[in-house]
């Protein structure tokens, strides 16, 4: 299983603390809500998909931008609490006295450090389409690694998800990354695409002329792959 890092531009919270740098709190990842373009997909997270590590109390560990000299806190020693409500995957950090914690507290009350962010494996996703025919990928269920604050909201490592897609519909990775977006839709509605003619640049004949040639669309290279032409 590939490390997949997903982001969330919901602001984090920070309280003050009379034993340490703070507390802060955020979500690293909301449920049912639509990521920006992934790069030919879009993708959501669905409620329960965490319950697994939560339920076997795998260790996860907060680090501030995913980073190992960055830690924050972990669930093994008490100083990171995770939970699972309505809206996603909240977490609450206890800021150690380290400069790594004093810096992120700082950048928090400055609001300079405003997202959260989540590691992991996936263990399930099921591919669909958007009411406007995109492909959509669910995380059903992921293994988490960690749970961070973030200078960035952008998303990160979308190739794992491209591979997937590639592995759900039998094809290879190059032919998905290759695809339009309406390739993809009619393959993931086990459509058809129609055969386009373009003008080859082959090498001149006797007569200087080229020739015109049928390229077949990309469903149909599926089927010659899975031989079911």
Known sequence: MELEKRNTARPVEFRSSESGPGVLT????????????????????????????????????????????ALLGTTEAGTLILESDDIGLRYDVILPDTTSGRDVAVLAQRGDLRYSSFAFHALEDEWDLTEQ???????????????????SPAYLDTSTGMRSLANHLHIEFEAVTAAS????????????APVEEIRSEEENDDDGQGETHPTVSLRQKQLDLLNLK
């Open 26 to 69: 955020g979500y690293a990842a909301v449920y049912n809500r639509y990521s920006q373009n992934m790069g030919g997909f879009v993708e959501q997270v669905a409620p329960g998909a965490f319950a697994k590590s939560l339920g076997d109390k795998v260790a996860v560990v907060a680090r501030y931008n995913h980073s190992d000299s």
């Open 133 to 151: 025919g995109f492909p959509l990928r669910t995380l059903v269920s992921a293994q988490l690694v960690d749970v961070a604050p973030v200078n």
């Open 181 to 192: 977006t309406e390739e993809l839709r009619s393959l993931l509605n086990g459509e058809p």
